[in-house]
Structures are given as C-alpha cells and as structure tokens.
C-alpha cells in the first residue's frame, strides 16, 4: 500500500526535502571515515549509518514479503516482532528538525527527528512500515502515538511507572498480551512458541557480542573508539539483527588482532562516561567534539547505546509463559530508563559503569525540553560529587547551531581532568 500525506505532521516544507538530509547524512559519514584509524570491520557500520534515510532492511523486507514493524525506545521487544516473521526497525533519529510537523515548537527532539526521519519529502519511510509500536514512557511519547495513528496501524506499548509495584508485574504481561494480539491480526500469523524461543537465541547473540565490544573499553588504550562502539549500536536500529552480530564478530576479532600494539592512543587517556538523554546518529556533534579534545568514551550509559543489548533474556523454562515473563522482565526490570520510578537501579548503574571503566569524569547529556532527563541530572550531579567524580551537565537538541558552545563546555571540562591526572 503506497501512503501519501500531503498535510498534517508528515508533511515537509521544502527546507526538508531530499538533498538537506541527504547531504546532512553524507557530510557526517564522511567525518566518521575521516577520523583517527578506524579499524577496517568499522566499514560495514560506516557504509550502512551512510544509508539511513534508505535502510536496505527495508528493500530486503519487501523482497520477502515480511511485514516492517516500526518502534521507538528500547523497552519495545525485538524479540517478539521477529518471532512473528516481521521485521523490526527503529525509527528513532538524530535527524536536524524544526517545528513544521503541526507539533509545538518545544516538542521532544526525538519526537520531530522521528517525524522528519519517517514522513520527509523524497524519503518518507511511510509506505514501507506497516505499523508503529510507540511505548507511553513520557507524555511526548503518548502524544507521538496520537499524532501518528491517523496514518500506520499504532500499539502504544504501556509501561508501568514504578516496576516493582506488585501490580507492574501482571500490567507488563498484559500488555505483552495486547502487543502478541496485535502482531496477530497485523501479520496474519499465529503465535508460535518455537518461534519465540529461535528468536530470543537468536538475539541472546546480540547480548553476548555487544558485552564483549562493551568489554574492550576496560583497557587503558582502548583497541577501538568509543564513538565507533556507540556507531554500532546505532546502526543497529535498521540492520538486520544476524548480519549486524556478525559484523559485530568480525570487528572483535580485529579488536583482539590490535591488542596490545597499535593503540588508538600512546598515552593515558582521558576517560569519560558518557551518559543522560539518547544520542542518535547522524547528530554526532557530542562525541566528535569529545573525542576532538582528545577524551576517550571509555563507557556510556545511553539508550541509544550498549544498552540495548547489553542485557540478554533469561530463560528458566521454554514455555510460552515463562519466555513472556523473561520478556517483560528484561525490558522492565532490567531497563535503566529514567520514566522509572523510583530509579535507583539506573543511578547503580552508572556508578558501576563509572568504576568499572575507572573514568576521570562524566558528561551528561541532557535534551532540551525534556523534564525526565532534566529531573534526573541534578540527582546525578549531587551523587557523582559526592564519590568525587568530576561532573558536567550540557544541553542540545539535534541541530548544528550550538556545536561551538557545546565544544566551549566541554574541551575546559577535559583539561581539567588532564591536568587533574
């Protein structure tokens, strides 16, 4: 089915049409190719970021007759779209984006990237994506889901606020319930519990490949750049899921080959943790800049990042109700996403990633307009000074025009911690 809109949210003026994101798109690839000795496997991840705007997943899909499943956030459950013979994609973006979606002017970043990444002239992945799953983490998210039901088949994924509730635990199965439902009467499919079972082992994989690229930032000259790590992860919104863990393979044992010579860098690196609101490719400007400076990405604490993988689900017993239960519980329990509350596990998180990766300091990423990431720094702050370690709270959103002012916050910040050191 081939949808047009020639109005309404996913409609573009012409600032928006092919060549400006297409020449945004290209200008950011070729900075990546232009950096400091990229290891050779990172060229899969650079050619596939280079073809966001037309996702060869996409081409693949329509080939095969498979239905595309778009999402946002990963709280959503890949493992459950691909076991309905789907094909999962992320429509997440760090696409540069302004007020002409019918949507306020200080919307949610991610909520107007999403829009011109989905529905801009001469590169809509409308009539390619058959349905969205919008979980309601945030009320920019519940109103996305609104915004965009008019036009896609629209799941808005409820998510419990506090998860340890006892009541949380019967509200995620329920809602995993609804989604099955769902993907059902979308697909034409039944659910097949030997599918979900395939598809979980097949995205356990994931889980182990992202843990050992994660792993190989616990060296003091880091084989790989912390930028290229999070590249990885972000390709992997619209990569099929065994082509990109066997990317992921090939770079880790280009990682291993490197180890101990030929270091990304000869001396003591200043190492960071990087962590707050998602950084979405192509809006690369706050690990350019770091990196620029001369700062490692030693860890980072994003769901944009390792993240997404990094917690794999656990199986106690293969049954239908057992996997659901793992489900939920890896994309609840496990999440570190701040609309929980309360949020200790994500605050334990980021101090264990900030001493295990022995960082000199953290920069927390902060979107404007967005209250849950803004209510969160100020409890980060407080903790992280308390242990001592260096903090710095900056905000962006997914333009170009504060790149100088974001590198006058930061480049102080480094040399302060390479003085310190």
């Given at each position: 089915m081939h949808r047009t809109f020639s109005e309404g949210p996913f409609s573009q003026p012409p600032s928006f049409a092919r060549p400006s994101l297409a020449d945004f798109v290209e200008a950011a690839v070729e900075r990546l190719r232009s950096g400091k000795e990229p290891l050779p496997a990172m060229g899969y991840f650079h050619d596939l970021a280079g073809k966001i705007l037309r996702p060869p997943l996409l081409e693949?899909?329509?080939?095969?007759?498979?239905?595309?499943?778009?999402?946002?956030?990963?709280?959503?459950?890949?493992?459950?779209?691909?076991?309905?013979?789907?094909?999962?994609?992320?429509?997440?973006?760090?696409?540069?984006?302004?007020?002409?979606?019918?949507?306020?002017?200080?919307?949610?970043?991610?909520?107007?990237?999403?829009?011109?990444?989905?529905?801009?002239?001469?590169?809509?992945?409308?009539?390619?994506?058959?349905?969205?799953?919008?979980?309601?983490?945030?009320?920019?998210?519940?109103?996305?889901?609104?915004?965009?039901?008019?036009?896609?088949?629209?799941?808005?994924?409820?998510?419990?606020?506090?998860?340890?509730?006892?009541?949380?635990?019967?509200?995620?199965?329920?809602?995993l319930s609804l989604l099955t439902r769902f993907l059902e009467e979308l697909t034409g499919r039944q659910f097949s519990r030997q599918k979900l079972l395939r598809s979980i082992k097949t995205y356990q994989?994931?889980?182990?490949?992202?843990?050992?690229?994660?792993?190989?930032?616990?060296?003091?000259?880091?084989?790989?750049?912390?930028?290229?790590?999070?590249?990885?992860?972000?390709v992997s919104f619209f990569d099929d899921i065994l082509s990109w863990t066997n990317a992921v393979m090939r770079l880790l044992?280009?990682?291993?080959?490197?180890?101990?010579?030929?270091?990304?860098?000869?001396?003591?690196?200043?190492?960071?943790?990087?962590?707050g609101a998602p950084i979405i490719w192509p809006n690369w400007k706050v690990p350019e800049i770091i990196e620029e400076e001369g700062g490692v990405i030693a860890a980072e604490e994003l769901c944009s990042g390792a993240r997404i993988f990094y917690d794999p689900v656990k199986i106690d017993e293969p049954t239908t109700d057992d996997m659901l239960r793992a489900l939920a519980e890896r994309y609840s329990l496990a999440c570190t996403c701040p609309c929980f509350v309360p949020n200790d596990d994500r605050l334990f998180r980021n101090i264990s990633l900030a001493r295990?990766?022995?960082?000199?300091?953290?920069?927390?990423?902060?979107?404007?307009?967005?209250?849950?990431?803004?209510?969160?720094?100020?409890?980060?702050?407080?903790?992280?000074?308390?242990?001592?370690?260096?903090?710095?709270?900056?905000?962006?959103?997914?333009?170009?025009?504060?790149?100088?002012?974001?590198?006058?916050?930061?480049?102080?910040?480094?040399?302060?911690?390479?003085?310190a050191k």
């Amino acid at each position: 089915m081939h949808r047009t809109f020639s109005e309404g949210p996913f409609s573009q003026p012409p600032s928006f049409a092919r060549p400006s994101l297409a020449d945004f798109v290209e200008a950011a690839v070729e900075r990546l190719r232009s950096g400091k000795e990229p290891l050779p496997a990172m060229g899969y991840f650079h050619d596939l970021a280079g073809k966001i705007l037309r996702p060869p997943l996409l081409e693949k899909a329509k080939k095969e007759g498979r239905k595309v499943i778009g999402f946002y956030c990963a709280i959503v459950p890949q493992e459950l779209i691909a076991a309905f013979d789907a094909v999962p994609i992320r429509l997440c973006s760090g696409l540069p984006a302004s007020g002409h979606h019918g949507l306020p002017r200080d919307c949610c970043p991610v909520v107007t990237s999403s829009c011109a990444f989905l529905g801009s002239e001469g590169t809509s992945l409308l009539p390619d994506v058959d349905a969205v799953i919008v979980p309601a983490v945030c009320d920019w998210k519940s109103q996305f889901a609104e915004v965009i039901s008019p036009h896609l088949p629209t799941f808005k994924l409820q998510v419990p606020p506090n998860k340890r509730e006892a009541s949380a635990h019967h509200e995620r199965l329920r809602s995993l319930s609804l989604l099955t439902r769902f993907l059902e009467e979308l697909t034409g499919r039944q659910f097949s519990r030997q599918k979900l079972l395939r598809s979980i082992k097949t995205y356990q994989k994931a889980n182990y490949a992202t843990r050992r690229l994660a792993d190989s930032m616990l060296e003091e000259h880091s084989p790989i750049r912390g930028s290229d790590l999070l590249l990885a992860m972000n390709v992997s919104f619209f990569d099929d899921i065994l082509s990109w863990t066997n990317a992921v393979m090939r770079l880790l044992a280009e990682v291993a080959e490197r180890r101990p010579a030929n270091h990304i860098a000869s001396k003591p690196a200043t190492r960071l943790l990087l962590t707050g609101a998602p950084i979405i490719w192509p809006n690369w400007k706050v690990p350019e800049i770091i990196e620029e400076e001369g700062g490692v990405i030693a860890a980072e604490e994003l769901c944009s990042g390792a993240r997404i993988f990094y917690d794999p689900v656990k199986i106690d017993e293969p049954t239908t109700d057992d996997m659901l239960r793992a489900l939920a519980e890896r994309y609840s329990l496990a999440c570190t996403c701040p609309c929980f509350v309360p949020n200790d596990d994500r605050l334990f998180r980021n101090i264990s990633l900030a001493r295990r990766y022995r960082v000199d300091g953290v920069i927390y990423h902060n979107l404007r307009t967005c209250y849950l990431y803004h209510a969160e720094a100020r409890i980060f702050r407080r903790k992280f000074r308390e242990l001592a370690i260096p903090f710095l709270e900056i905000e962006t959103d997914y333009s170009l025009e504060d790149h100088e002012q974001l590198a006058v916050r930061i480049e102080p910040f480094i040399e302060m911690l390479r003085g310190a050191k």
